[in-house]
């Protein structure tokens, strides 16, 4: 293929995932953004901007759509830049993607590296790369997740509230594991403890947790709990699910974002999405291990073995905010996030840094401008188009026709 790349900004021809958790009809924001008719019936659940194979951008080279992954390969260094095509192998190190969730997500966690390579290489039908994920969230709207264990103090009140999941665990083990958390050297290895017996004990004395999910059930059922949000969840989800993830709920803590907000999940911590809009992006990984709340594969031992077993209340990402734009900052290598927040007619100039960047308009309509022997180019795009900045280009311009959003993704190197 004699394709070559061009000192240009490319527009992104993205893929939707259509899971069963996303949203329908009106309230559906994929389709919205992106301007397409919605079908009734069809979840809109996910749209990836990036080079992943399972669902890799496109763009347009000559008047042909190439595969942004394939594109890549062949140029490298024009593309991704010398430092990022070398740190990252020639690949793409981040993964781009607005998740629109009517309901929630499976209880899951995501490998470390290591842990990554070995569930590949043993399982690679259900962990198909070999990556970590470790993953922001920012909400484009009030947002609900579950994230990582609740405090001691909270998971003993838990026990307390419901003596239907404490009888599943057994008496004793919980009275074990509370002893053992009053030493902060052991709170881990107690909750693990604990955890670790009400996954397992769900497995092997199936009759058993199905007598206490109905019990706790009825009860709640009949206005007979605290009337917390998580019993409210819980009633919700077992009407759909009959596994250990409507126990586990009950252990996790509950979080809301509003717009500009974020929630940072890092390898080992538990969660699962709730509900809203959010924009993610992630190490490009599309490793995932689940222990309930699903009719997908569940891996109990796998889950199990890469918890952290970290607690206390969850971390609200707030970012940094300079000159109308704000920066995300967490502990990764595979991606930076900034929102920008740019008036009609303001330009704002913007150095790649030798890496290249991917964005998404959420909001308004921008013109990008960029220099190309000795002359500008400008390219428009609109609410939910989304493009890609080759390190190749160096440096741009964006220029807000009316009020306009944008998401920036680049390397930090």
Request: one cysteine or more; proline letters at 5%; charged letters at 30%.
């Amino acid at each position: 293929m004699n394709i070559k790349p061009e000192k240009r900004v490319y527009r992104l021809k993205n893929q939707v995932q259509n899971y069963a958790w996303g949203a329908k009809g009106r309230d559906a924001l994929i389709p919205r953004l992106l301007g397409i008719e919605t079908d009734e019936d069809i979840p809109y659940a996910e749209l990836w901007m990036g080079a992943h194979p399972k669902a890799p951008s496109a763009i347009f080279v000559d008047h042909r759509e190439i595969s942004l992954r394939e594109f890549i390969s062949m140029y490298p260094k024009e593309i991704l830049g010398r430092r990022v095509s070398e740190k990252f192998s020639n690949e793409l190190p981040f993964l781009l993607k607005v998740l629109s969730a009517a309901e929630p997500l499976s209880i899951q966690a995501h490998p470390n590296k290591e842990q990554a390579k070995y569930l590949h290489e043993k399982d690679p039908g259900h962990y198909p790369d070999s990556n970590h994920k470790p993953e922001l969230a920012v909400a484009l709207g009030p947002f609900t997740a579950l994230v990582g264990f609740k405090s001691f103090s909270e998971i003993v009140e838990t026990l307390k509230n419901y003596p239907e999941i404490e009888e599943f665990i057994g008496s004793s083990v919980a009275e074990e594991v509370i002893s053992k958390m009053q030493n902060y050297c052991e709170v881990k290895e107690g909750l693990r403890e604990l955890f670790s017996t009400l996954i397992r004990n769900s497995i092997s004395r199936p009759d058993t947790f199905h007598n206490c999910l109905n019990r706790l059930k009825e009860r709640l059922s009949g206005g007979q709990g605290q009337s917390a949000e998580v019993e409210k969840l819980f009633l919700e989800l077992s009407s759909k699910y009959e596994d250990i993830g409507l126990f586990a709920i009950f252990f996790l803590n509950v979080v809301h974002l509003e717009r500009g907000q974020g929630i940072f999940i890092d390898a080992g911590i538990p969660h699962a999405y709730v509900k809203g809009d959010i924009i993610e992006c992630m190490a490009n990984s599309d490793n995932v291990v689940r222990v309930g709340l699903t009719p997908k594969f569940k891996d109990a031992e796998a889950l199990l073995e890469i918890l952290t077993y970290e607690s206390g209340p969850a971390s609200v990402v707030e970012g940094e905010m300079k000159e109308g734009e704000t920066t995300y900052w967490v502990d990764v290598e595979e991606f930076v996030v900034r929102r920008l927040e740019i008036q009609d007619r303001e330009k704002r100039h913007i150095s790649l840094g030798g890496a290249l960047e991917i964005g998404l308009v959420v909001e308004g309509v921008v013109d990008i401008l960029w220099e190309d022997d000795s002359r500008t180019r400008r390219e428009s795009f609109k609410k939910g188009d989304s493009f890609l900045v080759p390190a190749m280009v160096g440096e741009y311009d964006i220029l807000g026709n009316e009020g306009s959003e944008i998401y920036r993704v680049g390397v930090p190197v």
